[in-house]
């Protein structure tokens, strides 16, 4: 007789296991910490608004006027100086935004969502400041009372003027999209276990290591074949 095939036994807890990591305590849940963490960014964010004003008054190109003594006209009608001051928005806005991103980032890396947030609110409202510090700071509102000064045919610069209100939205853009592609390129991962899962069990499951079910019994070697009916 042919020795039959002993059947394997089933996997057992006493198989090795292998290390699992485990998840942060509080993950998924905003904490205290992080309010004030999105609170500080919106603060520092919303009053660096002050230096994208300071930059806008200092680059934009300037449009000028000349008056014939009746009325104003522009002095040179070919400049593109009128859509320079939003083009010098646009570029400063951007530039901006990529620097709070990276430096928010550097500064927490673990992001979350109350970061975004305080990020996004608080380039919203550095975009509003820019722009109104920055029509103070250029040259005078009063057209009128600046032609009086300059005289008649003399050129003089034009008020700073924001035409296409859209390039207010640039920061805080750039800013979340630059803060999300560098958090999800470089952020500490945290590993999340599913429900119902134990961090104590084993690890692969009990089906890897199960050995191949019992084989079936060999036959005879003088056992003759059974011939089929005719």
Do not use: C
């Amino acid at each position: 007789m042919t020795p039959q095939p002993q059947p394997q036994p089933p996997f057992s807890a006493a198989a090795p296991s292998y290390p699992v990591p485990a998840s942060e305590p509080g993950h998924g849940r905003i904490t205290a910490a992080d309010i004030r963490d999105a609170a500080a960014v919106t603060l520092v964010v919303g009053v660096a608004g002050v230096l994208l004003g300071v930059l806008w008054a200092w680059l934009a190109p300037r449009m000028q006027f000349v008056s014939n003594g009746q009325a104003v006209f522009l002095s040179d009608t070919e400049s593109e100086a009128r859509i320079g001051a939003d083009g010098t928005f646009f570029l400063l806005a951007a530039g901006l935004g990529v620097l709070s991103a990276v430096a928010t980032f550097l500064w927490r890396r673990r992001g979350g969502v109350p970061l975004v947030i305080g990020l996004a609110l608080g380039s919203g409202f550095a975009s509003l400041v820019g722009w109104r510090l920055g029509l103070r700071l250029g040259p005078a509102r009063d057209v009128a009372v600046a032609a009086a000064e300059a005289g008649k045919g003399v050129p003089f610069d034009a008020p700073l003027q924001l035409l296409a209100h859209g390039v207010l939205l640039v920061w805080p853009m750039v800013a979340i999209l630059v803060h999300l592609g560098m958090t999800a390129l470089w952020a500490p991962r945290e590993v999340v276990a599913a429900p119902g899962f134990s961090w104590g069990g084993v690890y692969p499951p009990a089906h890897v290591h199960a050995g191949p079910g019992p084989a079936a019994p060999a036959k005879p070697r003088n056992q003759a074949e059974p011939e089929p009916p005719r």
